[in-house]
């Protein structure tokens, strides 16, 4: 068996006030009468989920509002291994009735799957790691300011002042602005005794710079590389994150791109900043790490992984400066949680260490079924009426204790780039050739920033990219990045996750000019 502590398990959030309305609906209940009715019809396991997920936006065009939404969606779902099947139903009826007729749906849904696959002659069944019960749990997740107290006239207040910077600078044609909100409450029960209630909050505010040329008919933008966050309606308001200095800025850094040189395709060394790298680590390595995907058991949604089971302890991922943790405890990670889907209680563990594949993100099916004696807590369904499904930790990118600065890191390139940002980005089917760019690009040449560059990608593969990494910034330099909208399975499901990382030196990467590329 491998080892049965695959991490460090969480620190739990800081007690907070549960929403009292949530608190209100019949959880034990419903719970207690759908466990009951799977008990009664021999499920070996049953877990019950009750969800209210209340999401919120709003977007500004030119300071003036252009749309909003609140949406909640409340519901609870049921999921039963039985005969060595799965079996799933979901419901809306808050009635004891209800929630023991969709445990009997649950259990019949896995009856007619065990047909089906004692029908194909497959002799694999669903087993679950075994996981401590943890009864009574509760958990809330770090933020100040709920958002949703905070008046919508406040909040697209904000907007429309911020968006009015944008707009009274030279060379600004158009401004764009959003927020995305979501407050997400969860009541889990299962036949083994865990009983949780989960509250988390999260929100992404956004605002873009649009510059035209009217004698050219060129145009171009940028947008604000403020990190989504796992925190409240203070991230925009108490400081932490200098909006005033980047909203400042913005407009000279569009003028100085609009004016910039297209980049000559070749090699260079990269300073890449954390505002780019956390998505080509989502890509090419939280993508790649989960199990599911590296097993080939999802493959419809954007294919399976180059790092398969295979390679555990072997692959050489990148160079020996690489140490890359999966993490489900990040304070103010988007993926952070007390207990997954599946009462796993929330870990830390390694991915990569010293350059080398070490570990995976799992769920208990896929942790039992591979040899590893306990899940890392990566199971998650984005709906009540959706299954959970193997979710993305937090995977970051782990500092050097006493690593350089990003201007130090500047300071020791000859003839490079230094990239600041996300924008595009394609990655194939496993999760091994791709390529990036970004919203700043700026060339370095001895040591120093030397102007802005347009039409900038980098090109690589996952194991010649991370191998290129020279040098690993200092803690100093680290950022939590992520993203909203992180898609998988089918039916399609969105998570939101953070992965944090600091400034890297990466050497002789390969740099597309991506309007010759276009053909243009």
Known sequence: MRGADPGRDAVPATPRSLDESFLALPLRALADAALARARALGADHADFRLERIRYASWRLRDAKT?????????????RVVHGGAWGFASGVDLTMDAAARVAAQAVAMAKLSAKVIDAAGSEEKVELADEPAYPDRTWISSYEVDPFNVPDAEKTGLLAEWSGRLLAAPGVTHADASLLTIRENKFYADTAGTTTTQQRVRLHP??????????????????TIAPPVGRGWEYLTDGRYDWDAELAEMPALL???MRAPSVRAGRYDLVVDPSNLWLTIHESIGHA??????????AAY??????????????????????????????????????????????????VKDGVLVGYQLDRRIARLTGFERSNGCAYADSP????????????????????????????????????????WSIDMQRYNFQFTGQRFFRIENGRLAGQLRDVAYQATTTDFWGSMAAVGGPQTYVLGGAFNCGKAQPGQVASVSHGCPSALFTGVNILNTTQEAGR
């Open 206 to 223: 956004e605002l873009t710079a649009v510059a035209v040329d009217d004698r050219s008919g060129e145009f171009d933008s940028m947008r």
């Open 302 to 351: 954007a294919g399976t992984s180059f790092a398969t089971f295979d390679q555990l302890g072997k692959l050489a991922y990148g160079s020996s400066l690489m140490h890359v943790t999966g993490d489900r405890t990040a304070e103010h990670g988007l993926a952070t949680i007390g207990y997954d889907d599946e009462g796993v209680a929330a870990q830390s563990w390694d991915l």
């Open 66 to 78: 252009a749309g909003s939404s609140d949406t909640t969606d409340l519901g609870y779902a049921v």
């Open 255 to 257: 003028a100085e791109k």
């Open 385 to 424: 009426s959706h299954v959970p499904v193997q979710r993305m930790a937090n995977v970051s990118l782990q500092p050097a204790p006493e690593g350089p600065s990003t201007q130090e890191l500047i300071a020791g390139v000859e003839h490079g780039i230094y990239v600041v940002g996300d924008r595009s």
């Open 289 to 298: 790490t989960e199990l599911d995907r590296a097993l080939g058991y999802e």
